[in-house]
Antibody, heavy 117, light 111 residues
Framework: QVQLQESGPGLVKPSETLSLTCTASGVSISGYYWSWIRQSPGKGLEWIAYIYSSGSINYNPSLRSRVTLSVDTSRNQVSLELSSVTAADTAVYYC???????????WGQGTLVTVSS | QTVVTQEPSLTVSPGGTITLTCASSTGAVTSSYHPSWIQQKPGQTPRALIYSTSNKYYWTPARFSGSLLGGKAALTLSGVQPEDEAEYHCLLYYGGGALWVFGGGTKLTVL
């Protein structure tokens, strides 16, 4: 079955870069869009961006200037970098597959990233 | 900036029926927004429930249904169970910019 697993540091200092990786199993990265979504404590979901397996990317305009996405088909992974983080970037970060119906059909378990000195 | 609006909270009795809605600041929600619905139980990972307005995943219980209602996307739960207590998020796709926008979520209490 499709499984997604996010990984990366749980603590990032203000002004530094948050880096996360999502590893897919049970499905090939190829042929799909892969999305990053976050949820600040007690808040709703916020779409960050998604990347196609070929490298085409669409961004949330409010985060575009700080977001870098990449895909590694050989490792079946997608990665997120968010630069110049502040406390407002503290959230659970999820990766999700964007299905062929513009939906987020499979989700990782999420990883909590706290921005603090 | 595009805003997607959901009811912040709703309460329903076990066995009852309730409809949650999802509105767009850009106007009426149509099928071209491919509305989808995601359930998130407390402390759990989000789980997709409905895609493209009204289609169910194989894991979606039959009591959940999606539709368009009065210019909004709608999620109806019929015969609500206690385990349906959760946050429900709607997701709209804005094709012009190929963007996703989530609603703020509806906290459903079964009481």
């Amino acid at each position: 079955q499709v499984q997604l697993q996010e990984s990366g540091p749980g603590l990032v200092k203000p002004s530094e870069t948050l880096s996360l990786t999502c590893t897919a199993s049970g499905v090939s990265i190829s042929g799909y869009y892969w999305s990053w979504i976050r949820q600040s404590p007690g808040k709703g979901l916020e779409w960050i961006a998604y990347i196609y397996s070929s490298g085409s990317i669409n961004y949330n305009p409010s985060l575009r200037s700080r977001v870098t996405l990449s895909v590694d088909t050989s490792r079946n992974q997608v990665s997120l970098e968010l630069s110049s983080v502040t406390a407002a970037d503290t959230a659970v970060y999820y990766c999700a597959r964007a299905g062929h119906n513009y939906d987020a059909d499979y989700w990782g378990q999420g990883t909590l990233v706290t921005v603090s000195s | 900036q595009t805003v997607v609006t959901q009811e912040p909270s709703l309460t329903v009795s076990p066995g009852g029926t309730i409809t949650l809605t999802c509105a767009s600041s850009t106007g009426a929600v149509t099928s071209s927004y491919h509305p989808s619905w995601i359930q998130q139980k407390p402390g759990q990972t989000p789980r997709a429930l409905i895609y493209s307005t009204s289609n169910k995943y194989y894991w979606t219980p039959a009591r959940f249904s999606g539709s368009l209602l009065g210019g909004k996307a709608a999620l109806t739960l019929s015969g609500v169970q206690p385990e349906d207590e959760a946050e429900y998020h709607c997701l709209l796709y804005y094709g012009g910019g190929a963007l996703w926008v989530f609603g703020g979520g509806t906290k459903l209490t079964v009481l």
